[in-house]
């Protein structure tokens, strides 16, 4: 079995697939990949299922080596990766396609410089163990994944066998990769991106003010965001009066309003309850989106409804069916 | 009484079926006693649970609620609502429960128990009134949350209720037993908690090596044990 080695670990890189959704009744998080498509694309570019595990970075990248080479692909945030090695000049790793790299590889990833989270995958996907049915990291629980924790310099990560699909890529001393590539992501604008969203079951507890400064205020997202969730600060929103809430059933997307006035956006990693009010659900087909926004960055809100919801996640996967479809001819 | 506010006759007696956001339905019961919303709501996961539809993910049970998590690409929102209309024309409180009994053992010395005497001060009562009153109570789960395999019991005696901490604890040990307002609960991994911990079972609540991953679901009856410390130490490992 070959393996994936942390030379520098970067900011926060765990392993990630689809997570635990069926446990949310015993108050499991559902972890996995923030940004699915990104993690969907990079696994199916090397011939991997959709759900293989694969490494999701924060923010700034690590510095990986390939003692065997593999074939990967990098996918979502864009952190520059690039392969060096000190008896050849350095060169650029592509995105959104198949790449082999040979044995030995070293590849860097520098910070962010578009979008949040970069996604890294292996023909073969990451083969830790399965806890409770996934491979995804649980931070909270420090469970599944590499150890339950974020990478750290040493981290020798096991790949899977792969049944050599994709071979059609040259082996030999540099890396090589195909001519095409597969349209990413939409990443968020730097300036200001825009979520839709359903409104919650609480949000006729907002003042009359706050139901209608929501859909034209800005919010920036806080540094106190993670896996969990962000905190969005802006212009307070106000509650009338919350009276009581018990704690009831949230998911991945909801916006919840604690005290404070600024709304914290769940995701991946969020609980699966919670007593704050329900003001605003973004949608499915955003969540990618929403999971490739950065500390610092600016967000509104526009409303949509359940039918536009559902019709717009559809339309995105049969989006990403061709897209496959296109790798597959490719392949 | 004017016999049109009735609860058992109001006209919004009826459950709201509300999406949460689009991949997700909550049923909820906001007209009918806390107790009475419970019954309903396990009766309504639990003919689910014999009627899956392929594109349901998840149900979390809460108080008063029901969150069932589906995929929108599978399911409609029409299939699903209808699908939750006709299981709750059907109900009945003759439907038989499929909960389960579970004992805990529960050992209440100093040890483990950094708020019991100040919480006894504050009601007036001896430890050991403390100790009789929460062990003897018997206790339902309402929801598992939180953390993981956090069980929040209803059931805990009037006399015991007892506001939250006003500065929760950076760390409460997993296994830990604690009252926060009217319920109680046990700590299932080591957290930040706000709420009096009076004692600690030996059992673990969150086990993510066995299937289920935790020992308790909403629905279950508690009865607790009061152990030893000798008996503590001695609970066999799972």
């Not at chain 1, 593999?70 to 050849?88: C, K, Q, R, W, Y």
């Not at chain 2, 309903?40 to 049970?61: D, F, K, N, T």
């Not at chain 2, 307002?181 to 004692?199: D, V």
Request: aromatic share 6%; charged share 20%.
């Amino acid at each position: 079995m070959s393996i994936v080695r942390v030379l520098r670990a970067g900011l926060s890189t765990t392993v990630q697939d689809f997570g635990r959704p069926s446990l949310r009744e015993y108050g499991v998080s559902c972890a996995g990949a923030m940004d699915r498509l990104s993690h969907e694309l990079a696994n199916r570019l090397v011939g991997n299922p959709a759900e293989a595990a694969t490494l999701e970075m924060t923010l700034s990248g690590d510095e990986l080596e390939w003692p065997d080479g593999g074939l990967i692909a990098v996918t979502g945030g864009e952190m520059s990766p690039v392969l060096f090695d000190v008896d050849l000049p350095e060169s650029r790793v592509p995105l959104q396609t198949p790449v082999r790299v040979p044995p030995g590889a070293r590849i860097r990833f520098g910070t962010a410089r578009r979008g949040c989270r970069s996604y890294v995958a292996v023909a073969g996907g990451l083969a830790v163990p399965r806890v409770m049915g996934s491979r995804s990291t649980y931070l909270r629980a420090n469970i599944g994944g590499f150890q339950g924790r974020i990478l750290q310099a040493g981290d020798e990560i096991p790949v899977g066998d792969s049944d050599g699909q994709r071979c059609d890529l040259a082996t030999g001393e540099g890396i090589s990769f195909g001519k095409w590539f597969v349209r990413p992501l939409d990443l968020p604008n730097s300036e200001d991106a825009g979520l839709r969203v359903m409104r919650g079951s609480h949000f006729g507890l907002l003042s009359e003010q706050s139901q209608a400064s929501i859909w034209t205020d800005r919010f920036v997202v806080s540094a106190r965001s993670d896996r969990m969730g962000y905190r969005l600060s802006g212009n307070a929103l106000n509650v009338q009066s919350t009276g009581d809430l018990l704690s009831e059933g949230t998911a991945i997307g909801t916006l919840q309003l604690p005290p404070d006035g600024d709304p914290i956006l769940l995701m991946a990693d969020s609980a699966p309850t919670g007593g704050y009010a329900r003001i605003a659900h973004v949608i499915s087909a955003d969540l990618p989106l929403a999971a490739q926004l950065r500390p610092g960055q600016q967000v509104h809100f526009k409303e949509t409804t359940l039918q536009t919801a559902h019709a717009l996640l559809r339309q995105q996967r049969n989006d990403i069916e061709k897209a496959m479809l296109r790798i597959r001819l490719q392949g | 009484m004017n016999p049109l506010i009735h609860p058992l006759i109001h006209p919004l007696i009826h459950p709201l079926i509300h999406p949460l956001g689009d991949s997700a339905v909550i049923v909820a019961w906001p007209n009918v006693s806390d107790s009475e919303a419970a019954e309903r709501m396990e009766r309504l996961c639990g003919s689910l649970r014999a009627q899956w539809h392929r594109g349901y993910e998840s149900l979390v049970p809460a108080f008063a609620s029901l969150a069932i998590h589906y995929s929108p690409l599978i399911l409609s929102w029409e299939q699903i609502s209808m699908h939750l209309e006709e299981l709750l024309a059907a109900d009945s409180p003759n439907v038989p429960r499929t909960s389960k009994q579970v004992e805990i053992p529960v050992c209440y010395a100093d040890e483990f128990a950094p708020d019991l005497a100040e919480l006894a001060a504050g009601h007036g009562l001896s430890v050991d009134d403390v100790i009789r009153s929460h062990s003897a109570a018997n206790y339902r789960v309402r929801m598992i949350g939180f953390s993981p395999g956090f069980p929040y019991l209803a059931g805990l005696p009037e006399l015991l209720v007892t506001s939250r901490r006003s500065t929760p604890r950076l760390k409460v040990p997993a296994g830990s037993v604690a009252i926060g307002g009217c319920q109680t609960g046990i700590y299932s991994l080591e957290t930040p908690g706000g709420w009096h911990i009076i004692g600690r079972t030996p059992l673990a609540m969150f086990r993510p090596d066995l299937d289920p991953p935790c020992l308790l679901t909403a629905g279950d009856e508690v009865i607790i044990v009061r152990v030893s410390r000798e008996q503590f130490y001695d609970w066999p490992a799972v």
